[in-house]
């Protein structure tokens, strides 16, 4: 059911929610201010999403545990364009991750659609929401359509994020050539307290993939999941490849100096051009639960979110 329109076009960012035994009880809801808005179950908040007045790129400021623990952290000093859950790469040699004068801006647009969901015994809320990818001077470079569908439902134990993104040339270009760092895309800073002490580990069993330098490895497999202490609560989260994606996930991961995911395309090594009329559609999911879980459960969420995305 359609509640409001905005204007717009469509990318997905689709996000499950859950607090078990709120969720039943209470409708999911997406609360617009002047410069981001709020998903909500009930009066718990799920996530904050900035998509106005900030300097570079929208992101998601807070993502929030089943309990409401923040797991995100927002433009340290170390790195100041670090924020939170954020997407990022670099087109025609820009880099839209870094934050200088030379770097590329994510323009929020216009928003399309807010609707409420009731499928695969989950009640949820969505937003869609249009970017321009402008290189410096305002030069359109790329054009991205962003979806979030937030979720809930009494058997899942967990925060459940799906980023679909779908990029296309900006209008009038014929192709965009994307390239990157290693650690280049769908990104997340863990908080301070998280940092050196978790454990990474995958959906092969692996801790570390290969090394690339220092502290930081890339992981070939279908997930990915990072347990450590969020100010002294244990949490588990873990980002999930999508088997239709263009391009396989390459999962970067580093704990010291500070801990950060992110699910990469190895565009330091295989450029991807994206012509005009081909678009490159991308779909990740992002998991978070209250507590230190195990392979199984994760694996048995990751199946989950595969059968939730049939068909869309």
Known sequence: MALFIHGGAVLCLLCLAVSQGVCAESQLQVKFGDTALEV?????????????????????????????????RDQVADHIHHHGLMYALGAEGVSFWEETPKSGKQVHKSFASVRQTNEHRLTGASFTEQLYWNGPGGKGLLQ???????????????????WRTTLSPAEGRPETKLTGAHYYGLGIRFLASMDKIGEFFTADGKANGQAVRGDEYLSRATWCAYAAEAEGKPVTVAMFD???????????????????????????????????????????????????????????????????????
């Open 144 to 162: 991205e359509v962003r979806q979030i569908d937030a979720y809930c439902g009494a058997d899942l134990a967990a925060s459940l994020l799906t």
């Open 40 to 72: 909500k179950n009930g009066e718990r908040l799920f996530m904050e999403y900035c998509f106005d007045k900030v300097p570079f790129k929208p992101y998601a400021r807070q993502v929030l545990s089943p309990s409401g623990v923040n797991v995100a």
């Open 242 to 312: 999508h088997p239709g994606n263009t391009r396989k996930v390459f999962w970067f991961t580093m704990s010291t100096p500070f801990a950060y995911l992110s699910a990469a395309l190895n565009l330091h090594r295989e450029p991807l051009t994206i012509k005009a009329g081909q678009p490159l559609a991308l779909c990740y999911g992002v998991a978070i639960w209250d507590g230190k879980v195990k392979a199984e459960e994760i694996e048995k969420l990751y199946r989950r979110w595969l059968e939730l995305g049939k068909g869309r």
